[in-house]
């Protein structure tokens, strides 16, 4: 079982950025999938979840409308864009397989995104 996400990736201030994260393993739309971040030197935030069975979504406060869940139940990849970004949005992002009682079991190994002018 495992979830494997997209490089590493720099952008400008204003610009968008898409990450994905490969399952495998695993019945893909058997369990939601995770959307946390690290910035630096701070602890985990959690971004927000989209159930793969169903499409829907959850979104933390700061987050909504600056961010789409989508999930390829085809390819068992589920991915996350954010846009207008924003340097403080520099983080690794993780992906994480969420059970229903909302323990994170599985994660991804990380996508550093930096955002710089």
């Known amino acids: 079982v495992q979830l494997v996400q997209s490089g590493a990736e720099v952008r400008s201030p204003g610009q968008s950025v898409k990450v994905s994260c490969k399952a495998s393993g695993y019945t893909f739309i058997h369990y939601y999938i995770d959307w946390v971040r690290q910035c630096p030197g701070k602890g985990l935030e959690w971004v927000g979840r989209?159930?793969?069975?169903?499409?829907?979504?959850k979104f933390a406060p700061e987050f909504q409308g600056r961010v789409t869940f989508t999930a390829d139940t085809s390819t068992s990849t589920a991915s996350v864009e954010l846009i207008t970004l924003r340097s403080d949005d520099t983080a690794v992002y993780y992906c994480a397989r969420a059970t229903s009682l909302g323990y994170l079991d599985i994660w991804g190994q990380g996508s550093l995104i930096t955002v710089s002018s």
């Open positions: 989209i159930d793969p069975d169903n499409g829907g979504t």
